[in-house]
C-alpha cells in the first residue's frame, strides 16, 4: 500500500514539469481563449464572432488553400517513399549509406537552401532557361496557380527522406519466411506486395502519415522563406490568415479561428484514429 | 551475366534518386566556393539573362566564407541569436521530456492516462492553433519581444513525451521489477537501466528537436519586433536581399550545426522506432 503511494507521488512529481508547462502555455491560455472567443469589448456575444468569422473571405481562402495543399502533398509524400524504400529492400546489400544520404534534405535548414531553389525557380531562372531550351512556355512558379505546384514540390522533396527511413524500418521487420512461400505457390510480385507486404506494414503506413500529416502543418515556414510575409493568394495558408489577424491584434477573430481549427484537427485525428483502429483489427 | 546488367541498372537508378534528394544541397556547396562578384554576374537576371546552372565555380574562392566568418560581425550575431533560442530548448525539453515519458509509461500514479491524453492532442495540434494560447501567456508575462517569448513555450511540447513514450514502452517491467526488489531508488531505475535502453530515442529527439528550434518562424515573426533579435533562421532571408554575393556560405554555415548533430547520432537515428 504504502509503496502504492510512494510510486505515485514520484510518478506526479517526474511528469509535474512537463505538466505545468503544458498547462501554463497551453492549456489554460486556450481556456482564456474560450472567453474571447464568445465576447466583444468585454460584452457576451454568442455566436457572433464565430458567424463573422465564416463571412471572411481570407478565412475560407486560407482553408482552401491549405486543404488543396494537404490533399494532394501529404499522399505525394506517403507514396513516393513507399516506393523508394520497396526499390530499397530489393538490394541484397546493405543500402545504409544511401539512406543517410536521403535524410539530408531533413537534416539541412530551409533558410539555407531557399537561396538555391529561387536559383531554379525564379522567372528567369534555371528551369525556365531549360524550358525555353527544348522549346516551352516559361512558367511563373512565383505568381499564379504554378506557386502552388512548386510549395508541394519543396514539401514532398524535404518529407520524403524521414518517411523512407521509417518504410525501410517497417519493412525490415516483415520476415522473409512470410512473403517466401507465397511466390512458390506462384503469386506474383505484385500480389505478393498488394496481398502480403502492404497490409503487414499498415501499421507502419499509419504512423507515416500521422508524421506527415504533422509536417505539413509546418508548410508557413518553406512559404515564408519563398513568398515573404505576403504570399499569392495561391499559397495564402492558414498561418498566414492567423498572422495577418495577430498584426492588429484581434483577438476575437484569433479565439474564434484557434478554436474552430483545433476542433476540426481534433475531429479529423480521432476519425483517422479510429479508421487506424479498425484497420489493425 | 543479365544478372549483372539489372544490378548495374538498379544502382544507377538508387544513385539518380540519391542525386536528386542532394543537388540543391550540393549546389550551396559548390556555389559557397564562388566569388561575389562571380555570382552577381551569374545570378542577376532579366528577360535578356536567364540565370544558368552553374555548378562549378570559375575560380575557386574562399571570400564568402572570409566575408562571412571575419567581415559580417551582424552574421555571426544573427548565428549566435539562433544558438540561444536552440540551445536551451533542446537541453530543457529532453530533460522535461525524459521524466514526465518515464513516469507515463512505467509510474501508476492518478489520472494518468487522462492527463496523457493531454499530450496526444497537443501533439497533433497545429501551431495555427497553439501560437494565439502561446501569445496570450507569453503577454501577460511581459515576455513579448525576449528570447523567452521563443524558448519558454518551445521548451514544453508534448512531441518529446509522445516521443520517449513509444520508445520506453519495449522496455521489459521484468527488469525494472528486479531492480525494485534490490532496493534501487526510482531516479536510478530511471537513469542506470531505462535510459540505456533508449538511446536512441533520446538521440532522435534531441536531433528532430534541434532541426525544429533552428528553423523557427512563425514564432519569430509574430513574438519578436526587434529584428536584432532574430534568429538566422528568419533572418537569412532578408539578408539574402541585401548581401547575396556571400549567401551560398552563409547557408552552408548556417547548416552546420544540425549537420553535425545528425552526423554524430546518425546510428541511433536511423534506426527508428515507432
Redesign the interface.
Known sequence: MKL?TK??????C??L??????F???????V??LYYGFTLRGKFVGFQNFALLFKSKTFWLAIKNTAVFSVIAIPLAVIIPLL?SL??S??DKH??F???????????????????????F?????I???L?KIGLQPVAFFKGPWSMALVIFIFV?KN??YNI??FS??LRKIPKEVREPARLDGANPFQVLTKITLPLLS??TF?VL?MT??SS??I??EV??LY??YPDEHVYM??H???NN?NNLNYPR??T??IV??IF??AF?LVFFLAERRSSK | MKKRVVIAA?YA??GC??LL??L??I??LA?SFMTSAEIAEK?T???E?????HLIPDRFSLEQYYQAFLRRPQFLKLFWNSMLITVPIVAVQTI??V??A???TK????L?DA?FF??I?????????????????IQRMGLLDTVWSLI??S??T?FG?CLLRQYMRYVPDETIEAAKIDGAS?VKILFKIVLPQVKGGVASLIILTF?DS??M??QV??YISDKEKYP???A??EY?ATD?GI??AC??I??FP??LL?LYH?RE??????
Open positions: 502504492k510510486e505515485a507521488i514520484t510518478g506526479i517526474f511528469a514539469p512537463a505538466l505545468i508547462g503544458i501554463v502555455f497551453y492549456l489554460i491560455p486556450y482564456i481563449s523508394i526499390f530499397l530489393t538490394f543500402t545504409g544511401f539512406s543517410s544520404l536521403f535524410l539530408s534534405p531533413l537534416i539541412v535548414p530551409i533558410a539555407s537552401v531557399v537561396y538555391v531553389w529561387q536559383i531554379f525564379t522567372d528567369y531562372g534555371v525556365n532557361s531549360l525555353q522533396w520524403c527522406a527511413i521509417l524500418a517497417g501499421p507502419t504512423f500521422l500529416i504533422i502543418f509546418k508557413y515556414r515564408y522563406m515573404g510575409v492558414i498561418q490568415f492567423m498572422n495577430f484569433l479565439s479561428a484557434s481549427l483545433s484537427v481534433i485525428m | 538498379k537508378a538508387l534518386i540519391t534528394f542532394l540543391p544541397i549546389y550551396m556555389n545570378y537576371t532579366n528577360s539573362h536567364y540565370a544558368g546552372f522535461v521530456s521524466f514526465a518515464f513516469a507515463f509510474l501508476r500514479f492518478p494518468r492527463l493531454i499530450f492532442i497537443l501533439l497533433i495540434l497545429p501551431s495555427w492553433v497553439t501560437l494565439m494560447p502561446n501569445y496570450m501567456m519558454l513555450p521548451s514544453f508534448a513525451v526510482t532541426i533552428w528553423n518562424v512563425e515573426i509574430i538566422l533562421s528568419v537569412l532571408s539574402a547575396s549567401i551560398f547557408g552552408v548556417f547548416m544540425p549537420l545528425y546518425s537515428f536511423k534506426n527508428a522506432r515507432m
